[in-house]
C-alpha cells in the first residue's frame, strides 16, 4: 500500500510540471525537467513491480495456509473419529475396563499433535487470524489436561477446534468478514459449553 501511495505521490509532483504556472520553470530547466521526469518514470515502473510482487507473495502465503488448515481439519477428523469410538467403547464396557482414569491411562485418546507443529510454524503464526491463534492455543492446552482424564471434555474440544479450523479457512478465503467470523466462534463457543455439560 505503501508503494502505491508513493507512486502516486510521484506522478501528482510530476504531472505539476506539466502546469501552465510551471510552463516558465519547465521551458528554462528543460534538460533537468526531462531528466526528473525519466527518473520518476522509473521510480514509478519500480515501486509498482515491488508492489505486485508483494501482492502476489501475501496471496501464495495465504493459499499455503488454506492447504495447511485442510490438512490440520483432516487430522482432527482422524483424531476426532477414533476418540469417539474407543470412548464408546468404554462405556458399553464399563464393567469390562474398571475405572476411567485407568483406562484412558493405558488407552490415551489421540491427540493432534499436528496442530501443535502448525502453530509453530511462521506460516501460521504469520497469517492466522488473533482469534484463531487464541482459541486454537487455549484449547490444545485443554486436550492435553484431559486427554487421559476427562474424555467427553476432550472430544467437545476437539469438536470445537475442528470448527475453528473450517471457520479460519473460510474467513482466509474471504468468505467471512472479520465480523461474521467472530460471531460463528461465539455460537461455536456457546455449543461447546453446553457439549461439556
Known amino acids: 500500500m505503501l508503494y502505491i501511495i508513493l507512486t502516486c505521490a510521484l506522478l501528482a509532483l510530476s504531472a505539476l510540471l506539466f502546469t501552465s504556472s510551471f510552463k516558465a520553470f519547465t521551458r528554462h530547466h528543460e534538460v533537468a525537467c526531462n531528466f526528473i521526469l525519466t527518473l520518476v518514470a522509473t521510480l514509478v515502473g519500480v515501486l509498482l513491480a515491488i508492489a505486485i510482487s508483494n501482492y502476489d507473495s501475501d496471496q501464495k502465503e495465504i493459499r499455503d495456509l488454506i492447504k495447511v488448515l485442510t490438512a490440520a481439519e483432516a487430522v482432527v477428523e482422524e483424531s476426532l473419529d477414533y476418540s469417539i469410538r474407543l ?76 470448527q475453528v479450523l473450517i471457520l479460519e479457512r473460510s474467513y482466509q478465503r474471504g468468505e467471512l468478514s472479520a465480523e461474521d467470523y467472530e460471531q460463528q466462534l461465539d455460537i461455536q463457543e456457546e455449543q461447546l459449553v453446553y457439549q461439556q455439560q
Open 87 to 162: 470412548n464408546e467403547a468404554y462405556q458399553r464396557n464399563i464393567e469390562e475396563f474398571g475405572d476411567q482414569a485407568d483406562f484412558f491411562t493405558n488407552n490415551p485418546l489421540v491427540y493432534p499433535h499436528y496442530l501443535d507443529t502448525m502453530l509453530s510454524q511462521n506460516l501460521s503464526s504469520k497469517n492466522l487470524s488473533l482469534e484463531a491463534l487464541s482459541e486454537l492455543n487455549e484449547h490444545l492446552i485443554t486436550l492435553q489436561r484431559s486427554q487421559r482424564v476427562a474424555p467427553k471434555i476432550f472430544i467437545a474440544s476437539m469438536r470445537y477446534i475442528k
